[in-house]
């Protein structure tokens, strides 16, 4: 995430175009892994333990350093950070060179399909004027697809793509609730396949592309359920009721609760209503919910480009940043004069927020009917928990697209 903050690369996941080399999120990671991590003890036990842990260790540390003098200690310690950055300079090289592999075996399925990619040359900027947000559509047809089998189950449905190469297919799990909501959005926003015909391949992209963001190659991980948590139903109601909010800026396909957000794959996720990266995302009037992954560095370009976004608009333009700490949840209210005249928190909406947020609200809001959130505030409609939820038409157990 902090790599994807800076790179100015062509690949969507992969860096490849990253200044400084060295990843300053990596090296915190394995600077702290030596000799082993620190992690904050509960109980004196544990601390015992972990003191234990650290000493054997350190021991062949302590043994370089052992009776010599400080100015050689701290050489050894210069030494260890040196190889250290070493490492990350190792990775980011072999993850650039991923990315030029891929790069000719992209161009060489577009020639197969007959299609030829424009070259990629800077466009001017467009005449600044209020337009709808509309869905991102790409400049080049999609590509021939492979062939993707399905079956569905009785609470889930496997997809299964079979490669030459290997001799098992590339399976994916995917729960109906969640296709359901994948459908009305693809339903909301693709405009060349209006017949869903690569539906179903398009749908193993995104979970696909996610498994190994994630690492998240055992179903016993918990690495999804980390990164792809979000708030409560009851307070994404409250934020459109009380203050307009109609898009997310940090979300995806699978985890969305308005038709209309940002995330970090365009290739995949802008089939089901994505608008592309955040950072590259210039509204110019709007009210926002803003609840970005816990990347420092992320976090820091994310504030950034808000203030500038508040600053070069005179629209009512807001923007809404959720930070979860160790010791709960801050709320922040970012405006411009504006959107602070449109969409004031006052101590009443503070309070229609704070009682959103409280344990168990979710499910009493489940057990009474709900209307449809408004959408006033801002030009495109915003899709509610029932559309994105509607039930897919009966298909059969198997079949191929």
């Not at 923007?319 to 709960?328: A, F, P, Y």
Request: charged share 25%.
């Amino acid at each position: 995430m902090e790599r994807k903050s800076i790179d100015r690369g062509i690949d969507p996941l992969l860096p490849s175009q990253c200044f400084p080399e060295v990843s300053p999120s990596m090296f915190r990671e394995i600077m702290n892994d030596i000799p082993i991590k620190i992690v904050k003890p509960i109980f004196t036990g544990a601390a015992r333990k972990q003191l234990s842990q650290y000493a054997e260790a350190a021991k062949i540390s302590l043994r370089v350093v052992q009776h010599q003098l400080v100015n050689v200690s701290h050489i050894s310690w210069r030494r260890v950070r040196e190889s250290v950055e070493t490492l990350c300079k190792k990775v980011y090289h072999i993850s650039v060179e991923h990315v030029r592999r891929i790069r000719e075996r992209h161009v060489q399925l577009l020639s197969e399909s007959g299609i030829h990619e424009p070259p990629l040359v800077p466009h001017p900027p467009p005449i600044a004027r209020k337009v709808w947000c509309y869905p991102v559509q790409f400049m080049i047809p999609s590509p021939r697809m492979p062939v993707v089998e399905y079956i569905q189950d009785r609470d889930h449905m496997v997809i299964k793509y079979s490669q030459t190469s290997q001799s098992q297919p590339d399976t994916q799990y995917i729960n109906h609730t969640h296709l359901q909501k994948l459908e009305q959005l693809y339903r909301f926003s693709c405009y060349d396949d209006k017949k869903f015909e690569l539906f179903i391949g398009r749908v193993f992209c995104v979970l696909k592309r996610y498994q190994t963001f994630l690492c998240n190659t055992s179903p016993a991980s918990q690495e999804a359920e980390l990164t792809q948590a979000s708030l409560p139903v009851t307070v994404f109601e409250c934020l459109n009721r009380h203050f307009g909010v109609t898009f997310e800026c940090f979300a995806s396909p699978l985890n969305c609760y308005f038709r209309q957000y940002c995330s970090a794959f365009s290739d995949t996720d802008t089939y089901f209503g994505s608008r592309g990266p955040f950072l590259d995302f210039k509204p110019i009037s709007g009210s926002f919910q803003v609840h970005p992954p816990y990347c420092e560095e992320l976090i820091d370009a994310t504030l950034q480009h808000i203030d500038k976004l508040l600053t070069e608009s005179s629209e009512p333009l807001r923007s809404k940043v959720n930070v979860k700490s160790v010791h709960g949840t801050m709320v922040f209210w970012l405006q411009n004069n504006a959107g602070f005249s449109r969409w004031n928190p006052t101590d009443s909406r503070v309070e229609a927020l704070l009682e959103a947020f409280r344990p168990g609200r979710e499910r009493e809001r489940d057990k009474i009917p709900q209307a449809e959130p408004t959408n006033s505030s801002q030009p495109t409609p915003e899709a509610t928990t029932a559309e994105v939820n509607m039930m897919l038409n009966k298909k059969e157990r198997k079949r191929k697209f």
